[in-house]
């Protein structure tokens, strides 16, 4: 989908951005954009290749979902979301990671919004996200209240000390 002809709280998305499903060859660029984004470690990039794996060796109706976001012929962002096991039509965004490059352009606006339309046309009731509290997270944190997401928890102390889970919800 080009973001063109698409508005989220009334800013037009640029017409270069593009968000499209995943495709198993856009492996190799998640894993980059993650390592590169200056918020992620390698870690993290590992975590992602095997939930990215996992998607494509089962097709599981609650299996992770995938976005990819392109400018100029570059992936510059994915997400990756999917419904909640056990509740009632709850889905969490679950990565979401934009090149510092493309930051600031509408590329996480687009990833956000592209996920809630696909978890809303799939009967998604609410989207919840997980983040952390410290200072590197902070544009994300900015990017999901920008987007219309209420933070409604935080558990002190949760990834490590002086780390806190901030949990943010939106219905959809």
Known sequence: MTWASHAIAGVPMPAQI?????TFDDRQAIYDILVR???FGRGD???VDEMFVETWLSSREDNYRW??????????????????????RTWDLFWICVSPEARGKGAGRALIAEAEAQAR??????????????????PARRLYESAGFVRVAVVPDYYAEDDDLNIYWKRL
């Open 67 to 88: 976005l990819s976001c392109w400018c100029d012929g570059q992936m510059i962002g994915f997400a990756c979301y999917g419904p909640e096991s056990l509740t009632d």
């Open 18 to 22: 593009e968000v499209r499903s995943s």
């Open 45 to 47: 990039a590992e975590c």
């Open 37 to 39: 984004s200056g918020v």
């Open 121 to 138: 046309r799939a009967g998604g009731r609410v989207m919840v996200i997980y983040t952390s509290s410290t200072p590197k997270y902070a």
